[in-house]
């Protein structure tokens, strides 16, 4: 199994605690390159298990999303020379001279692209207009993957480890989010630190779009260079200085730097892994009562519960033996009723597996 470093930029392979060079499942069924929930790859149960297809657009995939880049990675990129990232620096240089979201802090989506992504439904991998601007569409592949952002780096449509697998990934995000928020800070304070004594740095929750944000257009020019100050103009020569900053950090100077909050999310990652790599079947099982089920033509049936992207197949006889786990008795106890009564069993590993998926869930 690979491990845990392998998903992120390798900035971070210097920069994080031990417990990231620890093994964690590798997401096979998530496969990008041939992407898994276009139409000419996806399997039909995974299309419309419960009547919505839910497939991808092959020339967006599953990059309807706008990274917020911290500015460490975006002069990680920017110090990286080799050809095959020539595009990816491009386009981020764009960014950067348009001034639209460009902060000392962050290069991130305009308020407006914001807007719209959270109060837009079903559109995640089937909406053109919200395609990332990394993405190339010809190739179908990200122009920045080395230094992609903690979403990036995390977000997978489907799990091997199913519900289990997905709170891993979604608990890493959370650490690999704090880590942004904390180490662009650190960054700032080093290199332009009238930006975080003014508070410059605290998110705008309600982030209510301005007259420029609308238009996607910049600040007027005496607000940005108020911002920037004395890097107006160099914002390029910035962020690579903010990479110097970051990448001669030690593992420990990161730890202080990401304080408490990170001590605790590390826990809960950790408990996490434990989870998704050794999971244990409950006691006594009841077949979910919000689980969707599609019968397909061959006379299988296709059932979904944690995601609206992943289904598990199993033969049409197999259903009626689920139907009997009502969690009114110990697993080990229908099993060998169904093995007396209709001489059949579902073994363990299903069984598992089928938790996992929360198909059956812990009564």
Same mark, same amino acid.
């Given at each position: 199994m690979p491990q845990m470093l392998d998903s992120l930029p390798v900035l971070y392979r210097d920069l994080l605690p031990d417990f990231f060079r620890a093994q964690i499942p590798n997401e096979e069924k998530a496969t990008c390159s041939s992407c898994a929930m276009c139409p000419s790859s996806a399997q039909g149960a995974v299309d419309s298990v419960d009547g919505v297809s839910r497939l991808f657009r092959p020339d967006t995939k599953c990059c309807t999303y706008y990274p917020k880049l911290p500015n460490y990675l975006v002069?990680?990129?920017?110090?990286?020379?080799?050809?095959?990232?020539?595009?990816?620096?491009?386009? #981020?240089?764009?960014?950067?001279?348009?001034? #639209?979201?460009?902060?000392?802090?962050?290069?991130?989506?305009?308020?407006?692209?914001?807007? @719209?992504?959270?109060?837009?439904?079903?559109?995640?991998?089937?909406?053109? !207009?919200?395609?990332?601007?990394?993405?190339?569409?010809?190739?179908?592949?990200?122009?920045? /993957?080395?230094?992609?952002?903690?979403?990036? !780096?995390?977000?997978?449509?489907?799990? #091997?480890?199913?519900?289990?697998?997905?709170?891993? /990934?979604?608990?890493?995000?959370?650490y690999l989010a704090l880590a942004e928020i904390q180490l662009s800070r650190y960054a700032v304070?080093?290199?332009?630190?009238?930006?975080?004594?003014?508070?410059?740095?605290?998110?705008?929750?309600?982030?209510?779009?301005?007259?420029?944000?609308?238009?996607?257009?910049?600040?007027?020019?005496?607000?940005?260079?108020? @911002?920037?100050?004395?890097?107006?103009?160099r914002e390029q020569e910035f962020y690579r200085a903010c990479f110097d900053t970051?990448?001669?950090?030690?593992?420990?100077? #990161?730890?202080?730097?990401?304080?408490?909050?990170?001590?605790?999310?590390?826990?809960?990652?950790?408990? !996490?892994?434990?989870?998704?790599?050794?999971?244990?079947?409950?006691?006594?099982?009841?077949?979910?009562?919000?689980?969707?089920?599609?019968?397909?033509?061959?006379?299988?049936?296709?059932?979904?519960?944690?995601s609206e992207y992943d289904a598990v197949a199993l033969p049409g006889l197999a259903y009626a033996l689920l139907v009997e786990f009502t969690g009114r008795e110990p697993v080990e106890a229908v099993r060998e009723r169904l093995r007396e009564e209709k001489q059949a069993d579902l073994h363990e590993d299903i069984l598992l597996e089928l938790y996992r998926h929360r198909i059956l869930t812990e009564a």
């Open positions: 002069g990680a990129l920017l110090s990286d020379t080799r050809d095959e990232l020539g595009e990816g620096r491009r386009r #981020v240089g764009e960014k950067i001279a348009s001034h #639209v979201g460009v902060t000392p802090q962050w290069v991130r989506p305009s308020a407006r692209y914001n807007l @719209l992504y959270r109060n837009s439904r079903q559109f995640f991998g089937r909406a053109a !207009s919200m395609r990332c601007p990394y993405f190339e569409e010809q190739q179908g592949g990200c122009t920045i /993957w080395p230094y992609r952002e903690a979403v990036c !780096s995390t977000f997978f449509c489907k799990y #091997v480890a199913g519900a289990d697998g997905r709170k891993l /990934w979604m608990t890493f995000k959370t304070l080093q290199l332009l630190p009238e930006y975080i004594l003014a508070g410059k740095d605290k998110p705008d929750l309600a982030e209510t779009p301005t007259l420029e944000d609308l238009d996607d257009k910049p600040l007027p020019e005496k607000d940005y260079a108020g @911002l920037w100050r004395q890097w107006a103009g970051i990448r001669a950090l030690s593992p420990e100077q #990161v730890e202080k730097i990401m304080g408490l909050d990170g001590v605790i999310e590390l826990k809960v990652l950790e408990k !996490s892994l434990r989870d998704a790599t050794a999971p244990v079947l409950p006691k006594v099982l009841k077949l979910n009562p919000e689980a969707t089920v599609k019968w397909l033509a061959d006379g299988s049936v296709a059932l979904g519960a944690y």
